[in-house]
């Protein structure tokens, strides 16, 4: 007879899901109650308004799809882009290309701008082609690579659309919680996230916020949203604040459970102090790798501190060292997508799983293992230059 699924205990070093908080565990194992309930309802509107605080916005449309991150995705393609639409899709990683898949299966047509991986989206380029395509809509891009490590400058990207009359849609998937976005400062259209990266909450939502020019375009569409599930017209009536909560799917209410407490984390710790956060525990990362010879392939200016892109060394098997760290220190890191799969190693340094004792086991484990793979390097110096940062 099958017996209860315990999960081994890992660290969760990878590009997502991150550690989850205990608190947020033990959050979600509370009593499933009605999604119409007055109390749910409740909860949702502090869910809602947290998550204004998490997106630095006041947009009224922000809230959480009933899914993953690719949900989010999907809901701010599927409602923005009609057939015929051009779409102007940054690409620089993999989540680029999912883009313009998206932009295709609506019927729409993404002109590609590409960057190298590992680069920060390239501005002129972007601008050359809104130049080109002055009946352009929408520019879509990510601000935090996760195949890569690296980080756009969303402000300036925002901007420059504008400039040239067109909507943002913004992938901060991994991004949220982790490193600045300010969905108002910067006018920021429609934006999505996830739950499983620097909110460190489980996987399964995705937030999202709207901007009053992007519902306006929503609201005047000549055609039909194709996804019946993700159309805000209709969910709009489900989460909206009006009282007039109609039913239109069952929300996941033990999952938004854990979501609300990962919020009231994140407010206790202040927005800032969590960016400040992740840029130390990255700082120290960084120390102790690059005292072990390693290096991190994106540029210093463009790099997320919530995800590290380190190249594998030469003669060195990335799969047998991955698979050593899980079995041997419980560590998971990720592996390299794409072209850069078996050239790099995706270190993540996200929510709660970037703290101190997280970098040093990732260094201890990581030197070791490649010590025994005939790498030479001195632990010590690297545990050393690692603590240097940690105790400044
Ligand atoms: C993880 C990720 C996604 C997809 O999120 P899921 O929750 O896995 O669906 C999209 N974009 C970026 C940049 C990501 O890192």
């Given at each position: 007879m099958t017996t209860s699924f315990h999960p081994p205990e890992r660290t969760l070093m990878g590009p997502g899901p991150s550690d989850v908080n205990p608190r947020i565990l033990e959050a979600m194992s509370r009593p499933t109650i009605g999604h119409l309930d007055p109390a749910f309802v409740g909860m949702m509107e502090e869910v809602k308004s947290m998550l204004q605080y998490a997106f630095q916005t006041s947009n009224a449309l922000t809230m959480p799809v009933s899914a993953p991150g690719s949900a989010g995705m999907e809901t701010c393609f599927t409602n923005l882009v009609e057939p015929g639409d051009k779409v102007i899709v940054c690409q620089n990683g993999v989540f680029g290309g999912r883009m313009k898949e998206n932009v295709e299966r609506c019927g729409g047509i993404a002109v590609m701008v590409e960057t190298e991986?590992?680069?920060?989206?390239d501005i002129d380029a972007v601008e050359d082609a809104l130049k080109a395509n002055a009946d352009a809509k929408i520019v879509a891009f990510v601000h935090a690579e996760t195949s890569t490590g690296a980080q756009s400058d969303a402000k300036t990207l925002v901007e420059l659309a504008h400039k040239h009359d067109c909507l943002t849609i913004v992938d901060a998937v991994t991004s949220l919680g982790g490193t600045p976005i300010l969905v108002d400062e910067w006018g920021i259209d429609a934006i999505y996230s996830g739950t499983q990266k620097c909110l460190s909450c489980v996987p399964g939502l995705s937030p999202v916020s709207f901007g009053d020019r992007a519902i306006e375009v929503i609201q005047n569409?000549?055609?039909?949203?194709?996804s019946w599930f993700l159309d805000l017209n209709l969910v709009m009536g489900y989460?909206?604040?009006?009282?007039?909560r109609t039913y239109h799917h069952t929300a996941p209410v033990n999952t938004l459970y854990a979501l609300h407490e990962s919020l009231v984390l994140l407010q206790q710790e202040g927005l800032e102090n969590a960016w400040q956060r992740h840029q130390h525990n990255h700082l120290a990362l960084k120390a102790g790798l690059e005292s072990m010879g390693l290096s991190l392939i994106v540029p210093e200016d463009e790099r997320l501190p919530q995800l590290n892109a380190v190249s594998i060394p030469e003669g060195i098997d990335d799969a047998a060292v991955r698979l050593r760290l899980l079995n041997d220190y419980n560590l998971e890191i990720g592996a390299g997508l794409g072209p850069l799969g078996g050239k790099i190693w995706r270190i993540g340094l996200m929510g709660y799983a970037s703290n101190s004792k997280n970098v040093m086991l990732c260094i201890t484990a990581l030197g070791s293992v490649l010590r025994d793979m005939g790498y030479e390097a001195s632990l010590d110096d690297a545990l050393d230059a690692a603590y240097r940062v940690l105790s400044r």
């Open positions: 991986w590992g680069r920060a989206v569409r000549k055609t039909k949203v194709q989460w909206g604040s009006d009282g007039q």
